[in-house]
């Protein structure tokens, strides 16, 4: 990765807010990083560039924060592991929160509200189609 | 019991634990509740303030909390230990103090905390709002899960999901906890709970409800730590270091390898082969229950059975009181109490169920403790084995 004018922070939210979802992989180790470092988690290296995942993953687990309507209402909140082998949080959306299921398969949307990019993920079928 | 651990094993000991303000404390501060906590501690060990020497603190909010302490209780310390790993800080604190024990740097460590988190006018709520900029996580915050209790309940329905473990399971946990309380007059909550009130409180963040969650209530606590030579001239009956060992492995849950094996497993693994001892040693346990699914959590880290054997383990009221194991005998932070903090307050009850004073929820014969912190969202993990004279 060349010089960039900002943290992998930075680098990463400013993609997101034009609609790019980019996760790290390290050009030493091969391995796939998430969430955005300056460091290699695996390996130590400072060696990281961006790469577009395929946006497909599978919830590793889920559940449902319970909140009064006028707080918001129910919202989900999973950890989602993409296909590249690294897990983050998000929520499953286009679906009743209780009715996320571990090992359902997702795809990843960015979602931009206010200028802020932030990946939320939609139900999808074993090939990846949105359903 | 013979061990054959390293050479600290048995050489420290715990003369003094203090408690103050645990449950309500209206009209207390954090540092008053601390100061009455470690002021029993020293008195009970036949000390002063004037002998301590040594001084291991944290604090949920203050980041330099060790500084107000030392001067609030006009100490001139040689030692000082401020890591602040959460809740298991205070069972943490032990193999630093050891070691400045044995090397000469002090004579007498006094680890302490307080918290008027129920009481307090700063709420915990301004406390996680202001965490947000001082602390941030900015991969997990914006899909707002609701810290520290979603966390659990992500490890809790990952476990579910793999073992087969129920919400029973985890209620069975709650009112174990429950029926230790109830014969503990210190404790918060002594009310009757049944396994179906737990399965029908309301909901917080599925799978667990809020009968899964620990209390919040104001609490000191203090212990003292000296050379085992010195502690047998300052008290009849001081509780032995066997072991200790600390684990953390992330901060963030999203960053758990596996939701369904915690640090836990290795810090259980060094505490183990310091006091040369197994799970099966262990006649008393005080596991941090902040949820219940922590105790299913670490009863298989810690070798009391096989992973994603805890639910079978603790059915039928396998942890409650006539059990096969005794587990949290207190009351734990589901019952007793949870004073932001809860680590201290478990190692003081397993202090006490060595010196056999806990009345009627005294464990007959107990000889060898384990006490398991944990802090963050399954976060930190430490394990510490306490043991009496016969121990050794």
Known sequence: ?131 | MSGNGDSMRGRFAIVGVGTFGCGLAPGYTDMELLARAAHAAVSEAGLTMRDVDGISTASASATMWSMPVIEYLGLRPRYVDGTMIGGSSFVAHLLPAMRALESGQCEAVLVCYGSAQRSAQVGRREIVASRRYLDPQPYEYPYEPMLPLSAYALAAARHMHEFGTTRRHLAEVAVAARRWAQLNPDAFMRDPLTIDEVLAARMVSDPLSVRDCCLVTDGGGAYVLTRAERARDLVSDPVYVLGNGTAIWNRQISEMDDLTLTAASASGREAYRMAGLGANDIDVCELYDAFTINTLLFLEDLGFCAKGEAGAFVEQGGIAPGGRLPVNTNGGGLSWGHPGMYGIFALIEAVRQLRGECGARQVRGARCALVHGNGGTLSSQSTAILGTAETL
């Open chain 1, 1 to 131: 990765m060349s010089e960039q004018a900002s943290g992998a922070e930075a680098a990463f939210q400013a993609a997101l807010d034009q609609g790019r979802f980019l996760i790290q992989r390290c050009q030493d180790c091969g391995e796939h990083v998430f969430y955005p470092r300056e460091v290699c988690v695996h390996c130590g290296s400072i060696a990281l560039e961006w790469v577009e995942p395929t946006g497909l993953g599978t919830v590793y687990s889920t559940t449902t924060v319970r909140r009064k309507p006028d707080a918001g209402g129910d919202i989900d909140v999973s950890l989602v592991d993409l296909d590249e082998g690294v897990r983050l949080m998000s929520r499953v959306e286009g679906i009743a929160p209780d009715a996320v299921r571990i090992g359902q398969r997702v795809r990843a949307r960015v979602a931009v509200t206010n200028g802020r990019g932030l990946v939320v993920f939609d139900c999808c079928d074993d090939a990846g189609g949105v359903r």
